[in-house]
């Protein structure tokens, strides 16, 4: 049957056709649909992991196991699991194993573009890169067969267009693979000394084999057209090189860009007047075939920062530009992204804001927002997990410094569970004294509303024991802790006060639910369903424009009139504008 | 290749770009094109700028345009007809929703939603104007008013042959079909 598909919902095809019987990830933009869509079919068990670490070690004990396995993550999450990732690539698997890695060029959702296809040459593993939505299919099914025949891990590298662009899939039917059976081999899956050094051998050796498979495999194919032009390109870029060149040049389209299939791409070369290596983000391919002595150009040419697209291929090769049409691009107001009506985190955000002498530091989520105008609350945000290490650090560094400051960690619910929970050991055990903000909105709610270990739900929906917060921090060591609700602007404030008098540490989980949440049964006995909307009421609004300073997008300010207005459609009734209205202009009705 | 077609749908998070851009390439594959359409989630969806292409056409290869590219424009809100101005063709039309939703700066009275963009697209291109937000109201969901929008973009590029009430059918849920297609006829007849 030909659908038409995301890159993600092939891969999810792709798992289900090859057999694979157990997916794990942990959300990140741009693959979270991937396991969404695993979880859809009943034939793979398929979850949710804590963080990427510990989703690639559940994958790799399945494998053991027997099974065909699957884990995926964005591209910063294989940072996270890049232990396990390494010495898999001297392990190797027992079923067949894949490791969807989506990379972020042009930082869509990210906080770099690291090219990871550099992993897959550093921890010496497999690599495949799709271009459409069918061969991401393809070559999940192409994955397994690669890692049992050669005993390795294979990296799916794909890229946000590759994820996120639909185009047709020939659906097929699933094979039923069976579980292979355990066999005992401390030399190959007891990673000591001894063992790990026999392995890396056996890892070399497979190397050479896997060239050979790469310049014999049909995953690489040459096209043959007019010779005066070649071009060796791989992923997306093979898709943008097609649309600038169409047939009036040759190409070599690799699928299987590690090993490189040097022999190959040697013919290839010698064949063609002027190669080209059409690759987004790094010199990846470039540099190797540099290294075999092979002339041609890539990176002189082409940016290697933020995504390519068929315009800035043909920009970089020609010098030739569309014609566009001209007119004053500074007129379009920025519409940067918000914190949505209703969302508590603004809540939080807005008494936090009013703190002094404070140093901030960001986690990743929604939250970053926070650091946006106009709360304009954070000083820093760098990786999951890093605000609460990162506050500690500063703490200490201040304290020496005689600077008085302090220093206060926001990190969510999710990232909490995925790598805070380490950095705030690390403030007991070393006696920090910093506040740790936990903003638990119930839900993972940036990619897209994923269940954690604290929504109570699993992947497929199904319940499971909820993970409390408050017994994890105090377990840890912390002796101050206040769960608060940050829609009670006092709660919030006095809160807030409270820690600041300390001085040791201290953790304030700031709990409610996401505003675009859709409630479960214990969200709406624990928080109650959210009726009505604000309004103002003209005579007494001053213009003092304090519930604007909250950056609720529901509020509008009238300059002429110097009057605030809310916008029905959008409020969702969270009261926070009416609890810091000097003149209480504003009341809530509709209830 | 030659005969593809770029479409991009533009608007803010929210508004539905999504659902139209699904709708119009499921059609278009039921029709015999090859279709590739890319789209962005993430941190755009907080209420900021969204795109989404679809390119059509008898084979495809790159999911994406780059500026000066597009057949055609369709902006679910007005500046941001502005915004992405830049990727139409010099002969492309422009399909513009007279529908102004306020970005944060505006919001906060910082500055003023900029006036006459619509004189100014009308001075530059080949621009169709509809109040899609008001057909929307009328028919009575503000919600609707992409599938109005969809219907004044299938007018303009001629894809009038594709059963679309059938693949709307298909698309939404079961309550909101009718409201759909009457919102689609409604953008047909509009432009």
């Not at chain 1, 004990?61 to 396990?84: C, E, F, Q, W, Y």
């Not at chain 1, 690669?146 to 639909?166: F, G």
């Not at chain 1, 909250?550 to 009261?575: H, L, M, W, Y």
Request: net charge negative.
């Amino acid at each position: 049957m030909k659908v038409l598909m995301t890159g993600n919902e092939a891969v999810a095809q792709g798992a289900y056709e090859a057999g694979i019987q157990f997916a794990a990830a942990y959300p990140g933009t741009p693959s979270t649909e991937i396991l969404e869509n695993i979880a859809l079919r009943k034939e793979i068990t398929a979850e949710w992991a804590p963080n990427e670490k510990v989703a690639v070690e559940s994958a790799l004990g399945a494998s053991i196991a027997g099974a065909r396995t699957l884990t995926a993550m964005k591209h910063v999450g294989l940072n996270v699991a890049a232990d396990p990732f390494f010495t898999i690539g001297y392990t190797g698997v027992n079923g067949g194993m894949v490791l969807v890695n989506a990379d972020d060029p042009g930082l869509h959702s990210s906080q770099n573009e690291q090219d990871n296809r550099y992993y897959a040459r550093m921890a010496k593993v497999a690599m495949l890169e799709p271009s459409n939505s069918q061969e991401s299919k393809d070559m999940v099914i192409r994955a397994m067969e690669i890692s049992e025949k050669y005993n390795v891990l294979v990296m799916l590298r794909m890229t946000t267009r590759v994820c996120h662009s639909k185009s047709i899939v020939e659906t097929g039917e699933r094979i039923e693979v069976p579980i292979k059976p355990y066999v005992k081999n401390p030399p190959k899956y007891i990673m000591a000394p001894a063992n790990a050094k026999a392995a890396h051998i056996v890892v070399e050796k497979k190397l050479k084999e896997l060239e050979k498979f790469s310049n014999e495999t049909e995953l690489n194919y040459i096209e043959w057209n007019d010779k005066k032009v070649g071009v060796i390109s791989a992923g997306v870029a093979y898709q943008y090189a097609k649309e600038v060149f169409g047939s009036s040049a040759s190409y070599l389209k690799l699928g299987f860009t590690f090993p490189l299939p040097m022999e190959k791409i040697k013919k290839f070369a010698e064949e063609v007047e002027t190669l080209y290596v059409i690759e987004e983000l790094e010199p990846f391919m470039e540099e190797q075939i540099k290294a075999a002595g092979i002339k041609c150009i890539g990176k002189e040419k082409i940016p290697n920062t933020w995504e390519l697209n068929p315009d800035i291929v043909k920009k970089s090769i020609f010098g030739t530009e569309n014609e566009i049409i001209d007119y004053d691009r500074t007129i379009a107001v920025g519409r940067p992204p918000t914190l949505c009506a209703g969302c508590p985190h603004r809540a939080f955000f807005y008494q936090l804001s009013k703190k002094k002498n404070t140093f901030v530091t960001g986690d990743i989520g929604c939250y970053t927002l926070g650091g946006s105008p106009p709360l304009n609350t954070i000083d820093t945000t760098i990786c999951m997990g890093a605000s609460i290490s990162m506050a500690h650090g500063a703490k200490k560094v201040f304290e020496k410094n005689n600077d008085d400051k302090r220093v206060v960690a926001v990190i969510g619910d999710s990232t909490f569970f995925h790598s805070g929970m380490t950095s705030l050991l690390d403030v007991v055990f070393n006696k920090g004294n910093t506040i740790t903000c936990i903003l638990d909105n119930r839900i993972t709610a940036m990619t897209g509303h994923q269940d954690n270990p604290g929504t109570g739900y699993t992947l497929q929906g199904e319940d499971t024991d909820t993970v409390q917060i408050e017994p994890i921090v105090r377990a840890l060591g912390i002796k101050n802790i206040k769960t608060i609700n940050p829609m009670n602007q006092d709660e919030m404030k006095a809160a807030f006060n409270w820690a600041y008098d300390l001085n040791e540490p201290s953790v304030i989980i700031s709990r409610y639910p996401c505003a675009l949440k859709k409630y479960s049964k214990d969200d709406l006995a624990e928080f109650g369903p959210i009726q009505g909307y604000c309004e103002v009421d003209k005579d007494t609004c001053i213009g003092c424009k304090i519930c604007v300073s909250t950056g609720c997008p529901a509020i509008v300010f009238d300059k002429a009139a110097k009057k605030s207005s809310i916008n029905r459609i959008q409020c969702v009734g969270c009261e926070l504008c009416l609890q810091v209205c000097p003149t209480k202009a504003i009341s809530k009705v509709g209830e | 290749m030659k005969d593809t077609k770029n479409i991009l749908l533009v608007g803010v998070g929210g508004q539905g770009t999504i659902l139209v851009s699904k709708i119009l390439s499921t059609g278009l594959v039921a029709a015999g094109y090859d279709v590739k359409m890319s789209e962005i989630h993430g941190m755009a969806q907080r209420g900021g700028s969204v795109s989404t292409q679809v390119r059509y056409g008898s084979e495809v290869s790159s999911p994406i345009i780059g500026i000066g590219e597009a057949d055609i424009l369709v902006s679910f809100e007005t500046m941001e007809t502005l915004r992405w101005f830049e990727f139409l063709k010099p002969d492309g039309v422009v399909l513009i929703n007279d529908f102004e939703i306020s970005s944060a700066p505006i919001l906060m009275g910082k500055v003023d939603y900029p006036e006459g963009i619509i004189e100014l697209i009308e001075g530059k291109a080949k621009a169709k104007v509809i109040n899609a937000g008001e057909i929307a109201e009328e028919l009575g969901n503000q919600k609707v008013m992409n599938v109005v929008l969809l219907g004044a973009l299938i007018k303009s590029m001629n894809l009038t042959d594709i059963d679309w009430e059938d693949v709307i059918k298909n698309q939404v849920k079961e309550k909101f079909v009718d409201i759909n297609i009457k919102a689609f006829n409604k953008g047909m007849n509009a432009v």
